[in-house]
């Protein structure tokens, strides 16, 4: 008798405003073929009749599910806040063992993603930095006061909440992700009075301080957000309006290819670790 195969999971969420965006992560996993692999899971914040429709017989290889959020503070039914994403996510660490990818709707696929299965076998946990500011510079200082933040957690470097990853057999993890939903779920920690997405990032702040204090290893890739060496196999913030009609996907693509590529090299230019001139070929075709 075989032994059961727990396949592995690939997750996101979107509502209405998002959906161009859905879509166009779904057609990047078709792309590079991640959805043979995959157990897919779109969860419904917010989309129309109209939009679910479109979903299913576009794509009937992925599981669309409700978003039932009545269980839990008020704040959880307010999508700005972001405390949705980590009960969520919580929520399919407790179903089964099976390990998990978050990607939000705006990500893009571009190759395999062996490597975040690799660091989560030895780890339990990816979650690569996703941006180079420290923490207190992005984060409300409310919430660092209420965790008693040390100088090592205050001064981090951001990790990714966009792009994070879980093997919920790890101890480690699990214990992680349910801390990150319980922190969440407390107005005051998250939300603290004065906060704003000018001085705040929410979910992204909760979670890099966790990181920090659990001694995991959350790998050290950067993403494509002001990150000298980005990952190759996934880009994020390809926001693309709803206005944009499917059929220029390869249009958006180049653009947001070039945008990072221009982007990159601006960035390595500045530090001084190579000249323009210097700089090898890109390592990719747009995807």
């Known amino acids: 008798m075989s032994a059961l195969v727990v396949k592995r999971r690939l997750v996101t969420a979107c509502n209405e405003v998002y959906f161009r965006c859905l879509l166009q992560l779904l057609l990047s996993l078709e792309r590079t073929l991640q959805m043979r692999e995959l157990d897919v899971i779109v969860f419904d914040l917010g989309l129309s009749p109209a ?138 920690a998250l939300l603290p009075a004065g906060c704003c997405n000018a001085n705040h990032r929410y979910d992204q702040s909760l979670l890099t301080v966790l990181l920090v204090r659990s001694g995991l290893d959350p790998s050290s890739e950067e993403l494509d957000v002001s990150g000298l060496f980005p990952t190759p196999y996934l880009r994020t913030r390809n926001k693309v309006s709803n206005r944009v009609p499917l059929w220029l996907d390869p249009l958006c693509r180049l653009w947001f290819w070039t945008y990072r590529e221009i982007d990159v090299r601006w960035l390595r230019f500045r530090a001084g670790m190579a000249s323009p001139q210097s700089l090898p070929l890109p390592r990719e075709l747009p995807a």
């Open 51 to 188: 939009n679910r429709q479109q979903l299913t017989s576009r794509f009937p290889w992925i599981q669309l599910r409700d978003c039932d959020l009545t269980t839990g503070p008020e704040h959880l039914r307010q999508l700005s806040s972001f405390a949705w994403k980590p009960t969520l996510i919580a929520r399919l660490a407790e179903e089964n063992a099976a390990p998990l990818l978050w990607l939000d709707s705006a990500c893009v696929v571009t190759g395999s993603l062996e490597p975040v299965w690799a660091h989560l076998r030895q780890n339990g946990v990816w979650s690569p930095f996703g941006g180079g500011s420290r923490m207190d510079f992005r984060t409300h200082r409310g919430m660092l006061d209420y965790l008693n933040a040390n100088e090592l957690e205050r001064g981090a470097r951001f990790r990714s909440a966009c792009t994070c990853a879980f093997d919920p057999s790890h101890p480690g993890a699990l214990d992680l992700v349910r801390k990150w939903r319980e922190l969440a779920w407390n107005r005051e």
